[in-house]
DNA sequence: AAATACTCGTTTCATCTGCAACGATTAACT
DNA sequence: AGTTAATCGTTGCAGATGAAACGAGTATTT
């Protein structure tokens, strides 16, 4: 499609359009961002709120949760954050509170993050607003979600 | 599930764990987010190197590429961007010559986009490489393609 | 027409971010 | 053992970010 506005007058001139099209609106990446961001905001928004929690330490809190006594280096590996990130989102945390870090005692170089009663609260809290969240989510996509934690696991995985 | 490792002797004392689980790796909102950010890495990585383009940059390309002269204003609706991240972007494309910024005539308060010749021929290259990258994603979730693409709608349009 | 309210794009400011460098610690090598 | 290399978490720094304030322009109201 060739778009007869333009004035091709050379280098710095304004040109109207170029000759292709390409629809942002159905190239994946930009239609998963926002999709996440989406996704995303509500939840963030409220345990900012709420709580003055961010999603950095909300998968902090998430993974020691689970995890009992983890690095920052393991938070790093497995909830997909920046070890700078990591660690200042468990410094945070440590600052009000919510958790403690110790240092590993079998090797000095690590640290031991565990959750304090006041986080162990905090959790529960969190974790319960997640589960409605989730549920809610659920029914919205409940036609596709196998298909679209399929396509998530494909993403994932694969090289491309 | 009771963890009894716990030791809840009070505020500010160690736990290792809580009494619910709660896995992030099958929180949607979670695996949305690591996925977008994982679609996109590849692209912006090679604009980034390649060009100097960032992702606020391309997404204003794009929509100047496909409506012509637009307004700050406009891209920030369309695109999903901030309006000063938008401003900014095209502020950088103009310095590097790949738009013009002029005023609306029939506004002067609205900024009229539009691309160089430089502007153009820089977007036949990103669209080249973006269709490569799109096809190549296409055959990665081929099979879940068409319930993908459902379940962005429902996020995109539905409130919750 | 004057006053007021609104809109647009930019900029300011405080905060956030990611990368690289760093000190501390441990592992590997000779 | 002693030297070198690697790993861990933190921090310094330069650039990015979002919210609010701002000046310039336009709409609306009186």
Redesign the pocket.
Known sequence: MLDITLTDSGYGQPMTKPDTDFELGSFLPYRMTVAAERLSAGLAKRYRNEFGI???EWRVLVHVADAGAV????I?QRVH????????A??HLEATGFLI?EV?G??????ALKLTAKGVALMRELQTIALDYQSRLDELVAPYKSALEKALDAIMEDDF
């Open positions: 961010s999603v950095a690095s920052i280096r393991e790093h954050l920046e070890k700078s990130k990591a660690s200042r468990a410094s870090k590993n079998s090797d000095r170089r690590l640290v």
